[in-house]
Structures are given as structure tokens and as C-alpha cells.
């Protein structure tokens, strides 16, 4: 099962999940890439979940696997924040979204 209200997201355990996020309005660099992260709080430096991907056409393509989603069941907190290399071999740092809701619910059914 998956759904979503708004930016917040509930999926299954186990569930593999696929969405576009549109950066509308924004002229990134072609070496710009985001990374997308859930975390069990907001303010918690270790995340459950991270990847980072390559932003094309100033979207991304967030592809979650089953085993990305077999985590333990509860509400998390999701992002998207966009990295731009700088010359220094650092990046730029920008955040477009406020965080979200990443609920995973318990499965019912054994297969």
C-alpha cells in the first residue's frame, strides 16, 4: 500500500516505492545532485534511509527497494536537499522542501 498527503508518505513494510520530485522554478547545475534521507527525528544526524541521485532535467527519481522499507514500523521524517559542487571541492547546500511524514505500516498478510 502506498499513499500520499501532500509531501507525507505511508507505505508498507517491505513495499518497494517510486516517485518524481520537480524542482519547478529552480535552474540547477547539470552537476547538482540530491540526496534524499529519513531519519527517525529531525534533528537526529544518523538516517534509516539515504541516497543520493542524480537530478535530471531539474527532477529526481526517488527509487526505494524493499529492503529500503523493511524497517521497523512507525512515522519517520523525510527531505530532499540539493548539493552543488563548488570549486573547492565542497557543496552548496540548499533545502526546497520542508520535511515530511514517512509513515511505514505494519503488513497484515503473510506471503
Given at each position: 500500500m502506498?499513499?500520499?498527503?501532500?509531501?507525507?508518505?505511508?507505505?508498507?513494510?517491505?513495499?518497494?516505492?517510486?516517485?518524481?520530485?520537480?524542482?519547478?522554478?529552480?535552474?540547477?547545475?547539470?552537476?547538482?545532485?540530491?540526496?534524499?534521507?529519513?531519519?527517525?527525528?529531525?534533528r537526529d544526524e544518523e538516517p534509516v534511509i539515504?541516497?543520493?541521485?542524480?537530478?535530471?532535467?531539474?527532477?529526481?527519481?526517488?527509487?526505494?527497494?524493499?529492503?529500503?522499507?523493511?524497517i521497523a514500523p512507525r512515522t519517520y521524517y523525510w527531505d530532499i536537499r540539493v548539493l552543488i559542487p563548488l570549486g573547492d571541492g565542497t557543496y552548496e547546500v540548499k533545502t526546497p522542501m520542508e520535511y515530511a511524514a514517512f509513515t511505514i505500516l505494519e503488513v497484515i498478510g503473510n506471503v
Open positions: 502506498r499513499k500520499f498527503n501532500g509531501l507525507d508518505i505511508e507505505l508498507t513494510k517491505g513495499d518497494s516505492l517510486q516517485f518524481k520530485v520537480n524542482f519547478a522554478g529552480r535552474e540547477l547545475p547539470a552537476e547538482a545532485e540530491a540526496l534524499f534521507t529519513v531519519k527517525k527525528r529531525t539515504e541516497k543520493r541521485i542524480t537530478i535530471h532535467e531539474n527532477a529526481v527519481q526517488v527509487g526505494l527497494s524493499n529492503d529500503d522499507t523493511d
